[in-house]
Nanobody, 121 residues
């Protein structure tokens, strides 16, 4: 019912910046929460940042002060601006959304395909 498409991943040097974007589409009445997660090889997937429909944000300690999450509820998008990037930020980044659908009271949770972010040095 819902599709999430990420973009913006790639290779960046340490200290540089990268901006990830995610667009949600489909049967969506309201997005309750959207977030970015990441997973490096051999590690657990972890929350990087999230934002609620009311604009409340949550960041991993490693992201605080360097990353900024933002959303546009009307366009159903969420972005992650990453600055001062470190090698430890290298991972596959996934967009996630918790939504209310039209025509049903059951909420849904969806994941994007993921986008690779590689930080050199």
């Amino acid at each position: 019912q819902v599709q999430l498409v990420e973009s913006g991943g790639g290779l960046v040097q340490a200290g540089g910046s990268l901006r990830l974007s995610c667009v949600a589409s489909g049967n969506i009445l309201r997005i309750n929460n959207m977030g970015w997660y990441r997973q490096a090889p051999g590690t657990q997937r972890e929350l990087v940042a999230s934002i609620s429909s009311a604009g409340s944000t949550n960041y991993a300690d490693s992201a605080k002060g360097r990353f900024t999450i933002s959303s546009d509820n009307a366009k159903m998008t969420v972005s992650l601006q990453m600055t001062s990037m470190k090698a430890e930020d290298t991972a596959v980044y996934y967009c996630n959304a918790d939504v209310r659908h039209r025509g049903t009271v059951f909420p849904g949770n969806y994941w994007g395909q993921g986008t690779q972010v590689t930080v050199s040095s």
